[in-house]
């Protein structure tokens, strides 16, 4: 258990669906993270908000859209996917502003595309 | 950019033995920090260890412990004593001045009975 929980744990949604994964940390940490996590490839860091201001979008397609009201809690919501979309998606918690920034991550939602 | 090598796509081990994964990573920054995170079957990531490039001295917890060169841009993660509950995919990962973590592919560590 590491502090920061993630809902759903498994997601499958067909092309036209909207859906909303969402990310809880209980760690008072400032700033939180989403992560793509594809078969054979690296962790691809998608959004970054410090203090709950959005500092960083890694070229992310539109059909994804990142929303954190509080310092606690980080959606991603989800419209008209593509099935390379299919991947892991893991969120992080981190504080900034001391310390090594170290990342603590969710379990992840696991989310095929149909 | 930086950028964080994993040269060793898979590695096995037996029970009770000790095994090292390698790591080099490229900056141009002085004050840094390493991370070894572990993902198990699970696919949770743990962070299993992490070390100051200001420290000299490697980081150790328990059975991890780390071998640390900075002028040499290596980092490698020595596991003591392996257990079953080792294997998993370990990640390392690099954070300098941006505060985010840039992660190499990774190694498939397999623990053998």
């Known amino acids: 258990e590491t502090g920061v929980t993630q809902t759903p744990r498994h997601l499958v949604m067909g092309m036209t669906n909207k859906k909303s994964l969402k990310c809880e940390q209980h760690l008072g940490h400032n700033a939180m993270y989403w992560y793509k996590q594809s078969a054979k490839k690296p962790l691809e860091l998608m959004f970054v908000?410090?203090?709950?201001?959005?500092?960083e979008n890694n070229s992310v397609p539109s059909r994804f859209s990142p929303e954190c009201p509080n310092s606690s809690h980080l959606f991603l919501h989800l419209h008209t996917l593509q099935p390379e979309d299919s991947a892991l998606y893991l969120c992080a918690s981190s504080q900034v502003g001391g310390g090594g920034y170290e990342q603590y991550f969710g379990p992840g939602t696991r989310l095929t595309v149909t | 950019a930086q950028t964080v090598t994993q040269s060793q796509p898979e590695m096995s081990v037996q029970e009770a033995e000790t095994v090292t994964l390698s790591c080099t990573y490229d900056t141009s920054e002085s004050d840094y920090y390493l991370f070894w995170y572990k993902q198990p079957p699970s696919r949770q990531m743990i962070l299993v260890i992490r070390?100051?490039?200001?420290?000299?001295q490697n980081a150790t917890e328990n059975r991890f412990s780390v071998n640390f060169q900075k002028a040499a841009k290596s980092f490698s993660l020595k596991i003591s004593d392996s257990q079953l509950g080792d294997a998993a995919m370990y990640f390392c990962?690099?954070?300098?001045?941006?505060?985010?973590?840039?992660f190499g592919s990774g190694t498939q560590l397999t623990v053998l009975p």
């Open positions: 070390q100051e490039a200001y420290k000299q």
């Open positions: 990962a690099y954070s300098g001045s941006a505060r985010q973590l840039t």
């Open positions: 908000y410090n203090f709950k201001e959005q500092t």
